[in-house]
């Protein structure tokens, strides 16, 4: 059986663009952020403060939080890897923010300079001033189906990491099959093992699109209950620590596939699809 509803988040202005060669510029951004609001997603992920040294693309994410037009009911999310990402995302007015780390070593080392238990020891400053604020605080966890250096990943790891995750105050955990390697029956153990730790509707999944399962790893995901997905505009991105992982999941794609299934989303296609058109035309030029 198949959830009546589904929420989308989108990530296409930061997974997205962090992956583009060449770096947007900020109108480009804001505009792009903008058309998706108008088409309807209520949860775009605006950009991240992360050190411009490791990911020159989001450099700037703060004047795109400072150029784009605040849609009511729109929530406007900040990647942040540390406390001093945290303060910026506050100085943005970002209306929350995304913690992110992994349940593979080797990929935190890659992705973050340490470890995942030093991921934890960063996210519990930002937590308790985000609890202080009221600041909402979404989790990701990455290569849950497989890490590029480190190969399998134990879901059971990626299970006891997502309880931590929420008992730290995550309001929901985003799960991450950073690689796209995940079969749609690899991805329906996973979710098993992690749906026996985590309720269902404090989980979201997040596939990159490398082996094209993403779709069919959507559907498995829906019917097991999971009703919150992470996608990308034109399947923009990748990510610049997972070499040849592909983009995300394109949200038309996603959108499409919900319409078959019968799923509310609120999203206006026509909209969604000039917005798609309008960032590959500039991604062209
Ligand atoms: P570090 O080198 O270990 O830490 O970086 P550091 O504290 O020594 O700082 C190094 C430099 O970064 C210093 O500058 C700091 O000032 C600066 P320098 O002295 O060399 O000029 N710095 C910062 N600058 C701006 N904003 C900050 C900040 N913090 C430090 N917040 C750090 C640690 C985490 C910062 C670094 O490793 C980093 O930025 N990594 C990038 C991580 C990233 O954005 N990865 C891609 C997103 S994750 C992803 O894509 C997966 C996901 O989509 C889910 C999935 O697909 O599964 C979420
Ligand atoms: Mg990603």
Not at 207 to 215: E, I, M, P, Q, V
Request: hydrophobic share 40%.
């Amino acid at each position: 059986i198949f959830p009546s509803r589904a929420r989308i988040v989108e990530v296409g202005p930061r997974d997205g663009l962090q992956n583009e060669k060449q770096p947007i510029d900020i109108d480009t951004r804001v505009q792009l952020i903008n058309k998706l609001a108008d088409a309807g997603l209520s949860y775009i992920e605006v950009g991240s403060f992360v050190s411009p040294k490791w990911v020159p693309q989001m450099a700037g994410s703060d004047q795109v939080f400072a150029g784009i037009e605040r849609k009511q009911g729109v929530h406007y999310i900040a990647l942040t890897p540390n406390l001093r990402g945290y303060e910026q995302a506050v100085l943005a007015r970002a209306s929350e923010v995304a913690i992110f780390t992994t349940a593979s070593e080797a990929f935190a080392q890659k992705n973050t300079n340490c470890s995942i238990a030093e991921n934890l020891e960063r996210f519990t400053p930002i937590i308790a001033q985000a609890k202080a604020q009221g600041m909402p605080v979404r989790g990701y966890i990455s290569c849950i189906a497989g890490c590029p250096y480190e190969g399998d990943i134990p879901p059971e790891a990626v299970a006891q990491l997502a309880v931590k995750l929420i008992d730290m105050g995550c309001y929901e955990i985003s799960l991450g099959d950073t690689i796209g390697s995940g079969t749609p029956e690899q991805i329906s153990a996973i979710l098993k093992v992690i749906l026996q730790q985590v309720p269902a509707d404090k989980l979201a999944v997040h596939f990159h699109d490398t082996n094209g399962r993403a779709l069919e790893n959507i559907r498995v995901a829906l019917q097991s209950g999971i009703t919150v997905i992470d996608s990308a505009i034109g399947g923009l991105g990748g990510c610049p620590y997972a070499e040849g992982a592909s983009g995300n999941v394109a949200t038309e794609s996603v959108i499409g596939l919900l319409d078959e299934l019968n799923i509310a989303h609120g999203i206006n296609l026509p909209k969604l699809l000039q917005a798609s058109a309008f960032i590959t035309q500039a991604l062209k030029s």
